[in-house]
């Protein structure tokens, strides 16, 4: 079992940057690709950032050029700098982990942690964007 903590989300402008971190603990090695995804009221879940041990990345065109994921292994944290942030950006954002799965690439991992099938969530942390 995998815990994911996140932390660093809160209200800032349009035009303006945040840096989430999400402190991983627990079975961490087991995971196959790390990554976040985000959700807000009345829409479907979307990943945002999928990031491979390999360092490979994969991004949606809706944050691609803005936001940029990384991890720290030395301190077993996820990171999401998000810059440029745009009012349509405000949503719960979850660290996620993926479950071992055959055929895993990055653009597919942004998928399948939208789903407790293949991944484990932390509790989330909020951004909102104000105009």
């Known amino acids: 079992q995998v815990q994911l903590v996140e932390s660093g989300g809160g209200s800032v402008q349009s035009g303006g940057s945040l840096r989430l971190s999400c402190e991983v603990s627990?079975?961490?090695?087991?995971?196959?690709?790390m990554g976040w995804f985000r959700q807000s009221p009345g829409k479907e879940r979307e990943g945002v950032a999928a990031i491979g041990r390999d360092g490979s990345t994969a991004y949606p065109d809706s944050v691609k050029g803005r936001f940029t994921i990384s991890q720290d292994d030395a301190k077993n944290t996820l990171y999401l700098q998000m810059d440029s942030l745009k009012p349509e950006d405000t949503a719960m954002y979850h660290c996620a982990a993926l479950r071992p799965s055959g055929g895993m690439t990055p653009v597919r991992a942004l998928s399948a942690m939208t789903s407790r099938l293949f991944a484990s969530w932390g509790q989330g942390t909020q951004v909102t964007v104000s105009s």
């Open positions: 627990g079975d961490a090695a087991s995971a196959s690709y």
